[in-house]
C-alpha cells in the first residue's frame, strides 16, 4: 500500500454516515446495513480496517481478508457513487444480527457480535464463513495445463489426481505478483481455479488474453456460492449433513484435495490455520446449507475474525503482503515457485531467476510485540534508529494474547527491533510465521 497523507478521521460515528473528506464522501454502511451515498474515495485517505480502526492509506489496497473486491460504479445526479453486492446469505447475515460493512464495494459482515468469540470459535470449534464473494473459474480444452503452466509460478502439471488442489502465485512478465490463487484438478481438460474478489475483473482479462492462444474456453462461475468451515470441529460437523457415501468420501480426503460430492465441491482447504473445508456450492442451496450449519451448530463467523485467524495462521493477504509491486521471493512464498522443470517457461520467471542469482534485497517476517500496543499494516520498522521495512499487516492475536504482524524488512535483519507505534518505537521480536497452527501457539510469547 500506498503511503497516504495525513487526513482527519471523521467525528462522531463514522459508520452511521458519510463524511467529507478532501476529496468528497466516504460511502459506508450504517447500521441497517445499508449504505449512504457518496463519491467512494480512490485515491489516499482513511479506510476502516477489519479491527474497526481507521488506518491510512489507498482505500483499493485496504483490505483484511483474503478478498477485496472494487464493485461497478454509476451516476447518480452527476455524481459517481458505488452499486454495493450482496451474496446469497445476505438476508441470512442481517437475521442473525451481523454488523454489515462495504467491504471493497460488497455488503459483508463484519462480525456477529463479540469478534473475540467468533476468533475463539473457529480455533476451538467450528465456524462458518460466507466466502461467496471469491470468483470461481473454470478452464475447458485440451491444452488447460499448457495455459496454466504459462500462467502460474507453481507447477500444475504435479496434479494428476482430480480433485487435488495447488496454492499459486500468477505473475506478471517482471516477476510481481498479479494475485494469489488455488487451482484445482479436475481432468486432463478442466480445471478450476478461485481467485481473489478484488481481483476477480483483472484476474479474468488476464486469464481470457492468454487462454486465446491455446483455444481454452473460461467461465466465470457466478452461478456458484462458497462457504468455509474451519475448526477442529468442522470436518465432522460437515460430514453430519452428507449421505453415508458422500460422508466417507469427504471424511477421506487429504488436505488440498477436493471431492464432488451431489451438488457441492468439498475441498480440504482454508485460511484459517485450523482443520476444515471450503464448500462451493449452487447459489440457490446457500441458504439452507448455511442453516444446515447452523442446526449442528457450528458459528457463523465475520470478516473481522477471518483477518486475526489468518494473521496469526501467517498466510498472505493480497493488498497488504504482496501485490504487484513485490515478487514473491520477498514475501515468504518461494515455496510456490517451481523452477523445475527447468524447461517450464511461466511468466515472470526470467525476473525471478535473475533476483534468486542476486539474493532478494527484502523478506517477510513475523513480529511478536513485546510489550502492549498494537501493531498495524504500514508502520515503519527500525533497527538501530535506522528505518529497515515497513508492516504489512497487523493486529491483536486473540490465541497468542498480544500483538503480531507480518513486515517487509532488509534481508540482513535479525533479532529484534522497534515499530513505530504513533510516536513511540515499541520493541518487537523478529519470529518466523506461522504463529499459531491447528490451536497451538507456535511463536515464543
Same mark, same amino acid.
Given at each position: ?29 450504517? /447500521? ?18 477489519? $479491527? ?6 489507498r482505500q483499493e489496497q485496504q483490505c483484511s481478508c483474503r478478498l477485496f473486491c472494487l464493485s461497478p460504479r454509476v451516476v447518480v445526479k452527476d455524481r459517481e457513487t458505488d452499486l454495493a453486492r450482496r451474496t ?25 457480535? $463479540? ?6 470459535a473457529v480455533r476451538r470449534a467450528a465456524g462458518v464463513f460466507d466466502v461467496s464473494h471469491m470468483a470461481v473459474v473454470d478452464l475447458e480444452g485440451e491444452r488447460s495445463q499448457e495455459l496454466l503452466g504459462r ?91 452428507? $449421505? ?23 475441498? /480440504? ?19 439452507? /446449507? ?85 501493531? /498495524? ?7 538501530g534508529g535506522t528505518t529497515v521495512g515497513a508492516t504489512t499487516s497487523g493486529g491483536f492475536a486473540p490465541t497468542l494474547g498480544r500483538s503480531i504482524a507480518l513486515a517487509r524488512i532488509a534481508r540482513a535483519i ?32
Amino acid at each position: 500500500m500506498l503511503a497516504a497523507p495525513k487526513a482527519q478521521v471523521p467525528p462522531g460515528n463514522a459508520q452511521a454516515k458519510g463524511w467529507r473528506s478532501r476529496s468528497g464522501l466516504w460511502r459506508v454502511a450504517n /447500521r441497517s446495513g445499508s449504505h449512504t451515498e457518496g463519491v467512494r474515495r480512490r485515491t489516499a485517505g482513511p479506510a476502516l480496517d477489519l $479491527s474497526g480502526q481507521w488506518t491510512e492509506g489507498r482505500q483499493e489496497q485496504q483490505c483484511s481478508c483474503r478478498l477485496f473486491c472494487l464493485s461497478p460504479r454509476v451516476v447518480v445526479k452527476d455524481r459517481e457513487t458505488d452499486l454495493a453486492r450482496r451474496t446469497p446469505l445476505y438476508a441470512s447475515h442481517l437475521a442473525a444480527g451481523a454488523r454489515m460493512i462495504d467491504f471493497g464495494g460488497w455488503e459483508m459482515p463484519l462480525n456477529y457480535g $463479540s469478534q473475540l468469540d467468533e476468533h475463539h470459535a473457529v480455533r476451538r470449534a467450528a465456524g462458518v464463513f460466507d466466502v461467496s464473494h471469491m470468483a470461481v473459474v473454470d478452464l475447458e480444452g485440451e491444452r488447460s495445463q499448457e495455459l496454466l503452466g504459462r500462467l502460474l509460478a507453481n507447477d500444475v502439471a504435479k496434479l494428476t489426481t482430480p480433485g487435488r488442489a495447488l496454492y499459486s502465485c500468477m505473475l506478471n512478465e517482471h516477476g510481481m505478483v498479479l494475485d494469489d490463487l488455488i487451482a484445482y484438478y479436475i481432468d486432463d481438460r478442466n480445471y478450476r481455479l478461485v481467485v481473489n474478489a478484488g481481483r476477480r475483473d483483472a484476474d479474468l482479462a488476464w486469464i481470457r488474453g492468454h487462454a486465446l492462444a491455446f483455444d481454452v474456453a473460461v467461465h466465470e462461475r457466478n452461478d456458484l456460492a462458497m462457504l468455509a468451515v474451519q475448526g477442529p470441529l468442522a470436518r465432522d460437523k460437515v460430514a453430519r449433513l452428507l $449421505s453415508s457415501a458422500d460422508r466417507a468420501t469427504v471424511l477421506a480426503l487429504e488436505p488440498f484435495h477436493a471431492a464432488s460430492c451431489a451438488r457441492e465441491f468439498i475441498a /480440504r482447504t482454508g485460511y484459517t490455520g485450523e482443520d476444515g473445508f471450503e464448500v462451493i456450492l449452487p447459489a440457490d442451496l446457500a441458504v439452507r /446449507r448455511w442453516q444446515d450449519l447452523r442446526d449442528v451448530e457450528v458459528a457463523p463467523i465475520g470478516l473481522g475474525a477471518r483477518d486475526t485467524l489468518r494473521l496469526e495462521a501467517g498466510m498472505n493477504l493480497y493488498g497488504n503482503d504482496m501485490d504487484e509491486s513485490t515478487h514473491p521471493l520477498e514475501s515468504a512464498l518461494a515455496w510456490t515457485c517451481a523452477f523445475e522443470p527447468a524447461t517450464r517457461d511461466f511468466l515472470g520467471r526470467a525476473a525471478l531467476e535473475a533476483i534468486r542469482r542476486r539474493g532478494s534485497e527484502r523478506k517477510l517476517v513475523g513480529l511478536v510485540l513485546e510489550g502492549r500496543g498494537v501493531l /498495524r499494516a504500514h508502520q515503519d520498522v527500525l533497527q538501530g534508529g535506522t528505518t529497515v521495512g515497513a508492516t504489512t499487516s497487523g493486529g491483536f492475536a486473540p490465541t497468542l494474547g498480544r500483538s503480531i504482524a507480518l513486515a517487509r524488512i532488509a534481508r540482513a535483519i535479525e533479532g529484534e527491533v522497534d515499530v513505530q507505534v504513533r510516536d513511540k518505537p515499541l520493541r518487537a521480536r523478529i519470529v518466523k510465521p506461522p504463529f499459531v497452527r491447528h490451536g497451538k501457539v507456535l511463536v515464543a510469547v
